[in-house]
């Protein structure tokens, strides 16, 4: 790994000072198993590595009025391990189960996954579906809330500036957490890389949908919601025709990439189509009879 | 690079260290230490060959700077077993069910066994299957190795009458 120096900030504020004085030339550390990785890949070349990793207040999980915080420090195990998630969010839950592998599970952190901004993010189509947004600071000026359909700019790009650091994720606590499912395929059970995650929530009146929110990754630059679908799904029986209807024009909203890794784009938008439906099916299980 | 002194508990001794702050963990402990039981696999967290415990989480040795975990309680596979040296059962039960071939992914698996038996004193196959997902195995096929540590699983005390 190239040279890099390293600060160990005792709070936020320093930490935030720091990556302001060395804006653009400073990393954050959170649980470093990408930021390594990628550093000893000569992918990145910091000058200086801030370690947030030490904020324990930042690693929380609350459970408000209307809405779910997670402090951006949490790691994915504490989040798959969470009985507020479980509750609220059962596919955050599973979409954090399948991150990578247990080891890696108890240091990658939330806010680490949103912020490194790969396009197969697993953590990103969950988060999507159940609407959340992402909260920031920055040192000398202020942070901003980030509805996450608008955070993602392109493979490891977002709209954070460079010294601006993911401090909390927040989504309104759903109507009925149960009518949702999320579905990870890879090419094997544990650290895949996704061939297509997908997440869905609904919002069920009888047969009749009321809400749907539908996102995938990594058929794209960036994870995304499925908006057509949406709108085809909104306000419709949900049947086998339409299932199939939104399958089709599921293979026209994605945009997998034309050369083969782990998958071809004709694959993935086979088994997008499949999955999705597969994924409806399994949230109408969670219907209330 | 300006080095930074770390404080590291290791297996019950404490150490004072001077690190480089690009150092990682698995070669400060190979390298400084001289505790070469925890291995260099694949340096990019995938084999999971380096696991080791810090503070009580079983974390990729070759992800982790030294100098982020200053201060921090680690433990790897030279403090499994006792200080006079008594195996601890999952080590024992390697030995019995020839769970050991190469033997290099062994200390990481032997260490995570025991973490999840500390967590979980009666996990099913499945269970076991699941909290080893991240050790990869080239030799064994991983039977003996969930073998192994299902045999260390303990019934719950049956209730005195």
């Given at each position: 790994m190239g040279d890099v120096e390293y600060l160990a900030p005792r709070d936020l504020k320093e930490a935030l000072k720091a990556m302001e004085e060395w804006k653009g030339r400073a990393k954050v550390i959170a649980g470093g198993t990408n930021l390594i990785p990628y550093m000893r890949a000569g992918w990145i070349s910091p000058e200086l590595i801030v370690d947030f990793s030490g904020f324990k207040d930042l690693a929380y999980i609350k459970e408000g009025n209307g809405a779910i915080s997670i402090g951006a420090l949490t790691t994915?195990?504490?989040?798959?391990?969470?009985?507020?998630?479980?509750?609220?969010?059962?596919?955050?839950?599973?979409?954090?189960?399948?991150?990578?592998?247990?080891?890696?599970?108890?240091?990658?952190?939330?806010?680490?996954?949103?912020?490194?901004?790969?396009?197969?993010?697993?953590?990103?189509?969950?988060?999507?579906?159940?609407?959340?947004?992402?909260?920031?600071?920055?040192?000398?000026?202020?942070?901003?809330?980030?509805?996450?359909?608008?955070?993602?700019?392109?493979?490891?790009?977002?709209?954070?500036?460079?010294?601006?650091?993911?401090?909390?994720?927040?989504?309104?606590?759903?109507?009925?957490?149960?009518?949702?499912?999320?579905?990870?395929?890879?090419?094997?059970?544990?650290?895949?890389?996704?061939?297509?995650?997908?997440?869905?929530?609904?919002?069920?009146?009888?047969?009749?949908?009321?809400?749907?929110?539908?996102?995938?990754?990594?058929?794209?630059?960036?994870?995304?919601?499925?908006?057509?679908?949406?709108?085809?799904?909104?306000?419709?029986?949900?049947?086998?025709?339409?299932?199939?209807?939104?399958?089709?024009?599921?293979?026209?909203?994605?945009?997998?990439?034309?050369?083969?890794?782990?998958?071809?784009?004709?694959?993935?938008?086979?088994?997008?189509?499949?999955?999705?439906?597969?994924?409806?099916?399994?949230?109408?299980?969670?219907?209330?009879? | 690079m300006k080095n930074h002194t770390i404080n590291l508990t290791v297996n019950g001794e404490e150490h004072e260290i001077l690190v480089e702050p690009n150092a990682l963990l698995v070669n400060v402990l190979r390298d400084e230490l001289g505790l070469t039981g925890t291995k260099y696999g694949c340096g990019t967290g995938q084999c999971a060959a380096c696991t080791v415990l810090v503070n009580g989480e079983s974390v990729l040795s070759c992800l982790t700077l030294a100098v982020a975990v200053d201060g921090a309680d680690i433990v790897s596979i030279e403090g499994v077993a006792r200080p006079d040296g008594t195996l601890d059962p999952v080590q024992e039960a390697f030995l019995d069910h020839s769970a050991i071939q190469c033997g290099f992914c062994t200390p990481a698996m032997v260490m995570m066994g025991r973490d999840l038996l500390n967590k979980n004193r009666d996990p099913s196959e499945p269970e076991i299957r699941e909290h080893i997902k991240g050790n990869l195995c080239r030799c064994t096929g991983y039977t003996s190795i969930v073998r192994a540590i299902k045999s260390c699983a303990q019934k719950r005390e049956p209730q005195t009458e």
């Open positions: 994915i195990s504490e989040v798959a391990s969470s009985e507020t998630i479980r509750n609220y969010s059962p596919i955050l839950s599973s979409a954090a189960s399948h991150l990578g592998n247990p080891l890696c599970r108890n240091r990658a952190t939330i806010g680490g996954n949103l912020a490194n901004a790969s396009p197969g993010a697993d953590m990103a189509p969950p988060l999507l579906a159940l609407e959340a947004s992402v909260h920031t600071e920055r040192g000398g000026e202020k942070g901003r809330e980030i509805s996450l359909h608008e955070f993602f700019l392109g493979p490891n790009q977002t709209v954070l500036e460079e010294d601006e650091v993911i401090t909390e994720i927040t989504f309104p606590k759903p109507k009925d957490p149960a009518t949702g499912s999320q579905i990870k395929f890879g090419l094997r059970n544990a650290e895949a890389l996704s061939i297509v995650n997908i997440a869905v929530m609904l919002e069920m009146e009888g047969k009749v949908c009321r809400k749907a929110r539908v996102a995938l990754c990594p058929l794209a630059p960036t994870p995304i919601r499925a908006y057509r679908l949406e709108e085809l799904l909104e306000g419709k029986r949900i049947d086998e025709g339409l299932l199939d209807e939104c399958a089709g024009i599921l293979k026209e909203e994605i945009t997998p990439r034309r050369v083969s890794i782990r998958a071809s784009a004709e694959y993935r938008k086979m088994l997008s189509s499949i999955l999705f439906k597969r994924a409806v099916q399994e949230a109408l299980k969670g219907v209330k009879a | -």
